[in-house]
């Protein structure tokens, strides 16, 4: 007698010993401490901070560490603790002008107030495989003086507020309201731009680098100049209720991108460039690229432009961004499905056996 | 229960209680409008999407010291998915857990009812993947949201009729739409249609929770619920020439299972409560 699968408690339990034993790996090499991980692998740790919603290198390590590398894991891991952490406070808006930068380059102005300053890119780099870092070579010794990280401390005005002065592009105003939580309101269409900049924000990097580059192949076209990207720390602040002044309460280092997008004719007659805005945790360039041209794909109902592709159509990009979401729900194919398959055989079979057997009335 | 059998650091269910007050809201609201998809703030489990995490929020909202907890999936308790839930809701209340249907005072399930008639004191939690019956016809939420205000159910009865007309049957076999008090057509989550009748009527509350999705929707108990059809296609369940190869049972709803590698099969009942019930009395009688 046949017994459908039992004991899958023991099962389960044996599959995560054995998934420790395959992340700890081979017990004569060193195990990679979580301070590693945060210190020389900080762009998987930015990602999965950007993604994971929380600002916490050490966190966001450990996720990588238990996650065993795999990414979309980790910003799993980070949200399911996120959720658990209460709120005391929301702080004031971040100001990107007064960030100590970092990297500060504009793809729009040959030079400008501030500089250009490229600080640590991959930019420019040949990708040619190091072979030196497999030796493990002492590549330290070798870095030069000038290679020490200098961050510019004045106040350095951003490319997009001096188009504004001008009034050569869209302003972008603070409407004082509260802005959307999509962690704690469910999603609703069509969405403020405050909910989609978070959705964005928490969006998968490679689905957003897909849909922009869609765009800059034709599908919703925005016409993109890279107006600004800048890369530094930034002074979190909040104010205490009863307090009722600000309070800082340290600082966060994030990635911001802002484009400019082709002008259009706004209601008051002028024309304008528009823009697309990007932001993310740590350093994370390519993703707030993707985000700055998608966050401009989805203004087309607001600049009257003809809703034709996919970066384009609000639900489709936010209620699909989202890789926790997105893993989990591809993923759960893999759950029993045993009774929904049952019913389809027991209907296939019916619809063959009715097919096959000539009925009486026809004649032969 | 008591708190020390709970994990440390944790409250009770997981969830903070601003958050299960806020499942309760809309569990009230959803028990007000049968049928009606209610948004909630559905919040991140420590589950993946897809695995019962709406389930499981509607249960942890409503859990409480008293209660027996009971879970299953595709009908069986010992599923790898059941058994990972009943472990996260052991550790996490302490509650008592069972396997037997009519101990069980919250039930959470995937894909199936009971086979044994559920009782008014008993709350059925389904987990559901997509709640929106018309997602398929209509992949836009502002259209079907429209489409429900309006009573704009066409569709969903031209597509049925398609499926007539192409195989002769109607061509959905699970996840089989009903509609609830005469007004929402409302998806049942991807129970067998063999289940449907065990809803219209039913002294339990059911209750259905969507965590990807983000909504919760309920069946007061003694509510109707009728599968959609028509006149002459009346809606008809699943029925087997076999019976279980187990127990015997020629009423439930049987699992196929391959016994070689030339195609042989045996039935077995899903619900292995069921079954199991049904070996000891007949070892009684014998």
Known sequence: MYVAVKGGEKAIQAAHELLARRRRGNPEQPEVAVAQIQDQLSLAVDRVMTEGSVYDPELAALAIKQSAGDLVEAIFLLRAYRTTLNRFYSSEPIDTDGMAIERRISATYKDLPGGQVLGPTFDYTHRLLDFTLLAEGNAEAELSEHATAERMEEVVARVSSLLEQEQLMVREEDSGAEPADITRDPPTYPADRSARLQALVRGDEGFLLALGYSTQRGYGRNHPFAGEIRIGEVGVSIIPEELGFEVDIGSIRVSECEMVNGFKRQADGDVKFTRGYGLGFGQCERKVMAMALVDRALQASEHDEEITSPAQQEEFVLSHCDNVEAAGFVSHLKLPHYVDFQSELELLRRIRAAESTPTEEEPS | ?286
Request: aromatic share 10%.
């Open chain 2, 1 to 286: 229960m008591s708190a020390d059998n709970i994990r440390a650091g944790y409250n009770f269910a997981y969830l903070d209680e601003q958050t299960k007050r806020m499942i309760r809201r809309a569990l009230l609201k959803a028990v007000a409008i049968p049928g009606y998809q209610v948004p909630f703030g559905g919040r991140e489990m420590p589950m993946p999407y897809g695995w019962g995490t709406g389930g499981m929020q509607v249960t942890a909202a409503i859990i409480g010291a008293d209660d027996c907890l009971k879970v299953i999936d595709q009908g069986a308790d010992d599923t790898t998915n059941a058994v990972s839930i009943r472990a996260f809701f052991r550790d996490l209340t302490g509650v008592a857990t069972t396997e037997r249907t009519e101990e069980a005072s919250l039930i959470q399930t995937r894909h199936r009812i009971p086979e044994k008639a559920l009782k008014e004191d008993q709350i059925l939690v389904y987990q559901v993947p997509i709640p929106e019956p018309l997602r398929f016809i209509e992949p836009s939420e502002v259209e079907t949201r429209k489409m429900h205000e309006l009573e704009d159910y066409g569709v969903m009865h031209i597509k049925l009729y398609e499926d007539i007309a192409q195989f002769g049957h109607i061509a959905t076999s699970y996840a089989y739409p009903v509609r609830v008090n005469g007004r929402y057509v409302m998806d049942p989550s991807p129970i067998p249609k063999f289940d449907n009748p065990k809803m219209h009527q039913s002294p339990a509350l059911q209750l259905f929770g969507a965590g990807r999705e983000k909504r919760i929707y309920a069946i007061p108990p003694y509510t109707d619920v009728r599968s959609l059809d028509f006149e002459d296609h009346p809606f008809e369940v699943q029925r087997w020439e076999a019976s279980c190869a187990i127990c015997g049972s020629r009423d439930s709803f049987l699992d196929e299972v391959i016994m070689d590698d030339k195609g042989g099969h045996e039935f077995i009942c899903s619900d292995t409560d069921y079954c199991r019930t049904r070996m000891a009395e007949q070892g009684e009688i014998a």
